[in-house]
């Protein structure tokens, strides 16, 4: 067997599910080639990471933890807009709608000044109205 066959078949040779006389091919070449004795160490040391991965448990407040954590989180945005956006929303809100209530005051305050000025002088000055009053007046 050469090394590209060798090098196929290794993950196969480490996990030990190789026929026997494949796997003393394999173990003679390993005996002579370091190429592959060093890919052999490779796989195995990636091997046993993975292995080490597997057998890590997560604690058991892992999910309280997280849950707090996320509890946390939420109280912080839920502040965030309770506490600071909101009561700048309606300040906003409401100097809008104070400025607004000026401009539509203030204009239709202007229209109503003409509109009342030139009626409270037509009642002010009704003796055209009232002709017996005119005559009493003028002495007639
Ligand atoms: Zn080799």
Known sequence: MDCSEIEK?????????LLLTETEK???H?????????LVYSLN?????????KL???SQFLYTKIATKLQNENDEVYYYRRRILQPI?????AVLALIGGIKIGSIYKSALTTEMASISIYYWNDM?????ESKILKGE
């Open 9 to 17: 078949k290794l993950i196969f040779y480490i996990e030990g599910s």
């Open 26 to 28: 394999i173990s003679s």
């Open 30 to 38: 390993l005996k002579s080639c370091n190429r592959c004795n060093e």
């Open 45 to 53: 040391k990636s091997f046993s990471i993975i292995e080490d991965q």
């Open 56 to 58: 890590l448990k997560p």
């Open 89 to 93: 929303l309606v300040i906003c809100i």
């Open 128 to 132: 055209s109205q009232e002709p017996i």
